[in-house]
């Protein structure tokens, strides 16, 4: 059987569009994983990445307490895990993913201050996950400090 060029060429474009995006579920953290280690880019609107890279609900970045950028899911699906944590790595500051909204637009990062990444996940029903910080169904995952 031959197979064309023209067909090998679009089956890849098909391929491509079905793949991994942002807007996916990603997989679900276990119910052990309290926390996840967070990394940083140093570009002027850095990315924000974590591992294991499962899905959040909330990524906020701040700096002395003061919000400087906070996405999150609808907080109408955060009684349901499944549905509520679908922010997933890479997020680019300033770049909201088609699964989340932002409580305002992001401030300007600036050289040299020290800011804070936190995130928070939606535990499922019965977890027994050890988190950093529980508020009723809310997992603290990380808070991590990176200089820009």
């Known amino acids: ?3 064309s060029i023209l067909g090998l060429g679009l089956f890849a474009i098909v391929m491509v569009a079905c793949g991994d995006s942002p807007t996916e579920s990603a997989a679900p ?11 940083v880019g140093a570009d002027a ?12 609900a909330m990524l906020l970045i ?6 400087q950028w906070l ?5 109408s699906t955060w009684d349901d895990a499944a549905r509520a944590n679908r922010i997933v790595p890479p997020v ?21 201050v020290v800011y804070e ?3 928070w996940r939606i535990l499922p029903t ?7 910080q529980q508020h009723e169904n809310m997992c603290l995952l990380a808070v991590h400090e990176f200089t820009h």
């Open 45 to 56: 609107q850095p990315g924000v990445s974590w591992d294991p890279s499962c899905g959040v």
């Open 117 to 119: 990444v936190i995130l």
């Open 71 to 75: 996405i999150t899911t609808d907080d």
């Open 62 to 67: 701040e700096e002395g307490g003061s919000d």
């Open 126 to 132: 019965g977890s027994t996950a050890a988190c950093q």
């Open 92 to 112: 680019t500051y300033g770049a909201v993913p088609a699964s989340a909204t932002q409580s305002g637009p992001a401030e300007t990062l600036v050289r040299g």
């Open 29 to 39: 953290c276990t119910d052990d994983i309290g926390s996840v280690a967070v990394s």
């Open 1 to 3: 059987m031959r197979i």
